[in-house]
């Protein structure tokens, strides 16, 4: 069982910064992909970014590609997502996610929806951005 806490959320102007982390709880955190979400009221949940177990593989959506960087520290059961050049339509209820198989990615670029495989997800921070 994995349990994830979000953190890091707020209000910020258009152009500014924000870095989400996400600490997970369990001892087989370092062997799971692990992605970040978004949603919106009315919206389904959009893929942000994702990252393999060992971090050598990131995966964004176009929409965030350039502006937000995915990472992960395994010694600290953490993962990260920076957020630069924020702009109002990035506001939305952010998830961190964990995928046990290592193939949720995979169904997202595919099908370019959430799979089945995202087992455990946190509560949500919430990202507001003015304009």
């Known amino acids: 069982q994995v349990q994830l806490v979000e953190s890091g959320g707020g209000l910020v102007q258009a152009g500014g910064s924000l870095r989400l982390s996400c600490a997970a709880s369990?001892?087989?955190?370092?062997?799971?992909?692990m992605g970040w979400f978004r949603q919106t009221p009315g919206k389904e949940r959009e893929f942000v970014a994702t990252?393999?177990?060992?971090?050598?593989?990131?995966y964004y959506a176009d929409s965030v590609k350039g502006r937000f960087t995915i990472s992960r520290d395994n010694a600290k059961n953490t993962v990260y997502l920076q957020m630069n050049s924020l702009k109002p339509e990035d506001t939305a209820v952010y998830y961190c996610?964990?995928?046990?198989?290592?193939?949720?990615?995979?169904?997202?670029?595919?099908?370019?929806?959430?799979?089945?495989?995202?087992?455990?997800w946190g509560q949500g921070t919430q990202v507001t951005v003015s304009s």
């Open positions: 996610a964990a995928d046990p198989s290592g193939v949720g990615t995979y169904y997202l670029l595919s099908s370019g929806k959430v799979g089945p495989t995202w087992d455990y």
């Open positions: 369990g001892r087989t955190f370092s062997s799971y992909a």
């Open positions: 990252i393999s177990w060992s971090g050598g593989s990131t």
